[in-house]
């Protein structure tokens, strides 16, 4: 079946630029998140959906980062007025829901900024 | 707040000798622990994961992992090495009331043939 898909799988812009990243996750999952990779590190957590409610965002590292899953499926990721200290990969990950329920990733969309 | 230790950056190991990823963990209660592996510009895909049903977890590809609450430990081992094992190790927690992952800061893992 088909997996959590990212859009787009490469992206740059310049500093100051506006960008959207999309995720796709498995149908009916329940549970989304967002994930931050920089180069050669782990990934940290930025944000969690269940179904359309954002219940953490704690992770969100300013307020020009803002995450929306509108109808509880698709998910975006914006970051506005982009910093050169933005460029990583940005991780999707679902999962049906409950704490012991493994998340299922997509490759991800690399962002650098210039 | 929870957290793990992954140590060793790099691990190189000969084909079809053991492979141990070291991951230690730091948590005031009983942890969920997972071990994902990740390829070059790829997504992280689960091997396998511990939520206290059995001590010793088997994965997929050979993994397995052991859970030891006496070392607030979860190393992953495989017993014979493969060339298509090479890629990077991530150990994650998560507690009970908080479904997202806290990661380790990975183990980049080269076979050498």
């Known amino acids: 079946g088909a997996g959590v898909s990212q859009s787009p799988r490469y992206k740059v812009a310049k500093r100051g630029q506006d960008v959207a990243l999309r995720c796709d996750p498995i149908?009916?999952?329940?549970?989304l998140f967002w994930y931050q990779q920089a180069l050669g590190q782990g990934p940290e957590f930025l944000t969690y959906?269940?179904?359309?409610?954002?219940?953490?965002k704690s992770g969100l590292p300013s307020d020009r980062f803002f995450a929306e899953r509108p109808e509880g499926s698709v998910s975006t990721l914006k970051i506005q007025r982009t910093q050169q200290e933005d460029s990583a990969v940005y991780l999707c990950?679902?999962?049906?829901?409950?704490?012991?329920?493994?998340?299922?990733f997509g490759d991800g969309t690399r962002l650098s900024i210039l | 707040a929870q957290s793990v230790t992954q140590l060793g950056s790099h691990v190189s190991v000969s084909e079809g000798a053991l492979v141990l990823l070291r991951c230690n963990y730091s948590s005031s209660v009983p942890p969920y622990l997972f071990w994902y592996v990740q390829y070059p510009n790829q997504g992280l895909q689960l091997l396998l994961k511990y939520t206290s049903a059995a001590t010793l977890v088997k994965g997929i590809n050979g993994f397995e992992a052991e859970f030891k609450k006496s070392e607030t430990s979860f190393h992953l081992t495989k017993p014979s090495a493969h060339m298509s094992d090479a890629a990077e190790y991530f150990c994650a927690v998560s507690q009970d009331g908080n479904e997202k992952l806290t990661f380790g800061t990975g183990t980049r893992l080269t076979i050498i043939p």
């Open positions: 959906f269940q179904n359309e409610a954002q219940l953490d």
């Open positions: 990950a679902s999962s049906p829901g409950g704490f012991f329920q493994p998340q299922h």
């Open positions: 149908s009916g999952h329940v549970s």
